[in-house]
């Protein structure tokens, strides 16, 4: 019922537990955390009270969620379709359905240009499916990672235009940023509608219509174009049985789309918050009934034995959509999701599940590196930011990678990968640094460089690197005050272990989904004692396993890849995850360990 084990899903890029070998929880077990407990709000649990009959431990949790009002708590806990706003509401929408009413009466060709990645796929498949059945004639055109690069390129355009000869380009998770292509395109006369949901250019590119929320801001700016997808073809839905053509449109169910709105929503790792807690609730539901060949054969070649969730779609589902993007070409990921034949689809899915295999491997051999040449220079009182390249490494992983470092070291970590002349690098950042900032300071020695707080890409010539690492850690020297801060632990309250029985963990649950803006529910425990030994297990003994007890009752606690860590003993403070564990048609309450430290 709550996060499996393990790892847990945090807010910074999704790593795979079984691919390297690190997890979010792995190497990050001899860090020292900053615990951060939210603090209490007797009064407004209070308030909350005389309308919702919970306990007070739910509502605290809701608070710690920024849910203050009645009905910002129905809306939440009670995801609605019917809550979902008008997509005429996103600017330029009215104009984007009119340019593709217009293609479509005078039958011209669509081209949906999209991205790579698991958000790219899916929106596409989206607007293609949809399209096509109101009678629109469509293609699509995906860009190859590393002879294209990400976007509306200059040569990914060009090879779209003398492949498909396309009448109108409709640019999906990319564009907001591709102002030279774009006014390239307008100068041949083709018209471009943008629909993404990244940063836009100060000034914008000069796109037929910017379906973008970033245009205007407010609470669509945390859709994923997954997300907006759905809302572009509910505005052509809508449209369309207004004129009643075709006359199929007054029947059409958009419900079943919702399978491929969670699994980019999800993917992407925005915010499950506000209209996106709604699409990816309801689209839950769907993916578990699903009928789509492309869904179901990818399903059975992860394994996914359980109910679909946001673990599932994260480090089975995902990977494995991804893999083709990050080696070769997407093209493989976006025709399983538009496949209506299951011999067909287990056929595709197989060829994914032989691309992320490769791709662990690739994974592991250079994360296997990168952590070995890093260790054996590394300073922790001078190296605040890491930076390492090879122009060896295959720039499709090296995002990965650097999530990996980062919790080996726990530093702001950059990792490139050669491509000829010109090396390309991913990076993720620790909380309390913006990396996008830090690579503005060093703007000159960057061919490009893109991105946000906690995540960010760049391009530099290999010969600049030495330059870029030194100036990059004088700026975080500077912005950190000469220490790096130590990773925060945010748990959402200080509870007695008596909090916990089965009818607590199904109230708890009414929390679900987890992810990126709502975190998986973590709790602190004061001056509890072992019940017994602990014992270590698994192959290597990298787990253990032990009882805990304040007294009055007792869990069981799990410890995962703890390694020779030394275990707790005496009195001892408690922070972790509690879950459900169902075996042999028991359920009982169980403890995910995060963390511990001897009582004061």
Known sequence: MFEKSPPLIGDIDVVEPDSCGYDSTDRARFMQ???????????????????????????????????RE?????????????????????PDMQVAVDRLLEARTKQEKVVVFGDYDVDGVTSTALVIEVLREMGWRMDYYLPHRLEEGYGLTQVGVENCLSKLKPDLLLAVDCGSTAVDTISWLKQHDLDVIVLDHHQITDPPPPAYAMVNPQVTGGPFCELSSAGLAFKLVHAVVKACREMNQPPSARDYDLRPLLDLVALGTIADLVPLV?????LVTAGLKRLNQTKRPGLLALME?????????????????????????????????????????????RQLARELDAHNRQRQMIERDIADQAV????????????????????????????????????????PTIILGGEGSEWRGSGRSVEGFDLAEALRSCDDLLKRHGGHAMAAGMSIQPENLTAFRKRINAFANQRMKGSCPPPVLHLDA???????????????????????????????SRGVQLRGQPHRMGREQQHAKFWVTDGRTHFEVLWWNCGNAPLPQGSFDLAFAPQINDYNGRRSVQFKLLDWRPSA
Request: aromatic share 10%.
């Open 301 to 345: 070649i992860a394994q996914v034995r359980d109910e679909l969730g946001v673990f599932e779609i994260s480090f089975q589902l995902g990977p494995r959509i991804n893999a083709a993007g990050r080696l070769v070409n997407a093209d493989t990921a976006l025709r399983l999701m538009l496949s209506d034949d299951l011999e067909e689809a």
């Open 494 to 524: 200080d509870v007695s272990l008596s909090e916990f029985s089965i009818d607590r963990m199904e109230e708890l649950a009414l929390l679900h989904p987890f992810g990126s803006g709502n975190a998986a529910l973590q709790f602190a």
């Open 372 to 411: 070995d040449s890093i260790r054996s220079e590394f300073d922790p009182k001078k190296d605040f930011v890491i930076v390492q390249g090879n122009g060896d490494w295959h720039v499709g992983v090296v995002g990965i990678v650097a999530s990996r470092v980062l919790r080996e070291f726990y530093r």
């Open 33 to 67: 955390y900053r615990w951060s407990i939210a603090p209490i709000q007797d009064q407004q649990v209070r308030g909350l009270s005389k309308a919702f009959d919970f306990s007070p431990l739910l509502l605290q949790c809701l608070l710690n969620r920024g849910l």
């Open 274 to 278: 506000d209209e996106n807690r709604i």
């Open 70 to 90: 009645n009905d910002q708590v129905e809306h939440f806990l009670w995801p609605k379709l019917k809550y979902l706003s008008d997509p005429f509401q996103l």
